[in-house]
């Protein structure tokens, strides 16, 4: 083997413009520090063997006929691998070898997603490994974009993967995929909380495309706007003002399109953290996975946890990651 490459990408908190950015409006989300790690590396096999510690015990192989995957160990679990490689464009004559790592993305504890875009992640790593085996062919950022938008169905706006390739606080559209880096006001505090409830993404946009829009469509996209200039201002107190009204048009909009988003316990801890003066609201999707709580008070958000976070819940040691898809070439000679 002559060299290994090492491609990795983090994992995603959308902090305002969940489902609004599907009608156009700005969504902001910010990178967190978990990340997706894709390893691969040239075998001398007439094959290529794919192995994920801790989603599938044993490596599965497989060829490549006909630009079709003939998997020669009976497999489901790479769905995800197909896509990107087929959207990558790539051919091999040799063998390769492929490790995906999403364990960080798990509750060390429960061994649950913790709902911060394992699935995103993987796809922008695998899209700037499966690049650097012919570079210059096909943007690595199109191919995530693409391979992801395959394995959900052709649901999705692609926030999470802008995020997950660029890194840091982002502002993001679905139009044309347009993404800008924002900076992370200061003396704006934030705490990230697991609900211990894993939700579904997947489902809640395939309920949403199936019903009729509802007036509060509108009144969230606007929100959303507002949030996102909030945002753009760089100033804590904005966002936190900002909050108050984008959190209550998200719950008509939740109510009114059966989505609950509030849903796992987010609605209680909604209520306390406004009772005491801060802010807390799902992220994305909702009906589990994580929320955030935000405030310009540092010993009054820690107090709050430590008093008013309910059972089930639990702070994560989640952080802003401002590197977005990093790719390492290392020789093995």
């Given at each position: 083997?002559?060299?290994?490459?090492?491609?990795?990408?983090?994992?995603?908190?959308?902090?305002?413009?969940?489902?609004?950015?599907?009608?156009?409006?700005?969504?902001?989300?910010?990178?967190?520090?978990?990340?997706?790690?894709?390893?691969?590396?040239?075998?001398?096999?007439?094959?290529?063997?794919?192995?994920?510690?801790?989603?599938?015990?044993?490596?599965?192989?497989?060829?490549?006929?006909?630009?079709?995957?003939?998997?020669i160990d009976a497999s489901d679990e790479f769905k995800l691998l197909?896509?990107?490689?087929?959207?990558?464009?790539?051919?091999?004559?040799?063998?390769?070898?492929?490790?995906?790592?999403?364990?960080?993305?798990?509750?060390?504890?429960?061994?649950?997603?913790?709902?911060?875009?394992?699935?995103?992640?993987?796809?922008?790593?695998?899209?700037?490994?499966?690049?650097?085996?012919?570079?210059?062919?096909?943007?690595?950022?199109?191919?995530?974009?693409?391979?992801?938008?395959?394995?959900?169905?052709?649901?999705?706006?692609?926030?999470?993967?802008?995020?997950?390739?660029?890194?840091?606080?982002?502002?993001?559209?679905?139009?044309?995929?347009?993404?800008?880096?924002?900076?992370?006001?200061?003396?704006?505090?934030?705490?990230?909380?697991?609900?211990?409830?894993?939700?579904?993404?997947?489902?809640?946009?395939?309920?949403?495309?199936?019903?009729?829009?509802?007036?509060?469509?509108?009144?969230?996209?606007?929100?959303?706007?507002?949030?996102?200039?909030?945002?753009?201002?760089?100033?804590?107190?904005?966002?936190?003002?900002?909050?108050?009204?984008?959190?209550?048009?998200?719950?008509?909009?939740?109510?009114?399109?059966?989505?609950?988003?509030?849903?796992?316990?987010?609605?209680?801890?909604?209520?306390?953290?406004?009772?005491?003066?801060?802010?807390?609201?799902?992220?994305?999707?909702?009906?589990?996975?994580?929320?955030?709580?935000?405030?310009?008070?540092?010993?009054?958000?820690?107090?709050?946890?430590?008093?008013?976070?309910?059972?089930?819940?639990?702070?994560?040691?989640?952080?802003?990651?401002?590197?977005?898809?990093?790719?390492?070439?290392?020789?093995?000679?």
């Amino acid at each position: 083997m002559s060299e290994r490459i090492t491609a990795s990408a983090p994992g995603k908190v959308v902090l305002s413009g969940e489902y609004a950015v599907l009608e156009g409006a700005p969504a902001v989300c910010m990178a967190v520090n978990r990340r997706a790690v894709v390893v691969i590396a040239e075998t001398s096999e007439d094959h290529h063997v794919v192995v994920a510690p801790g989603h599938v015990d044993e490596p599965r192989r497989f060829r490549i006929r006909d630009d079709a995957f003939d998997w020669i160990d009976a497999s489901d679990e790479f769905k995800l691998l197909e896509h990107a490689w087929r959207a990558s464009g790539i051919s091999r004559q040799g063998g390769l070898s492929l490790r995906l790592e999403t364990g960080a993305f798990l509750d060390r504890e429960r061994g649950r997603k913790i709902g911060v875009g394992s699935s995103a992640a993987l796809s922008v790593a695998l899209a700037s490994a499966l690049g650097e085996l012919k570079p210059g062919q096909r943007d690595p950022m199109t191919v995530a974009h693409a391979s992801h938008l395959d394995f959900q169905g052709g649901r999705g706006s692609g926030v999470d993967i802008a995020t997950s390739g660029m890194g840091g606080l982002v502002e993001y559209r679905m139009a044309d995929r347009a993404a800008s880096r924002l900076s992370m006001p200061a003396g704006l505090e934030y705490r990230l909380i697991w609900s211990g409830s894993p939700a579904s993404t997947h489902r809640k946009l395939e309920h949403l495309s199936g019903i009729d829009p509802q007036a509060s469509v509108a009144a969230l996209g606007s929100s959303a706007q507002r949030m996102a200039s909030a945002w753009e201002s760089g100033s804590a107190s904005e966002v936190l003002n900002g909050y108050r009204d984008y959190i209550e048009t998200l719950q008509v909009f939740s109510a009114d399109h059966g989505l609950g988003v509030f849903d796992a316990g987010h609605e209680e801890l909604t209520a306390r953290a406004a009772r005491a003066g801060l802010v807390y609201k799902p992220c994305g999707a909702g009906g589990g996975d994580i929320g955030v709580l935000m405030s310009d008070n540092a010993a009054s958000a820690d107090e709050f946890i430590a008093k008013s976070v309910p059972d089930g819940f639990r702070l994560l040691d989640l952080q802003l990651d401002e590197q977005g898809a990093q790719v390492q070439r290392v020789s093995n000679e």
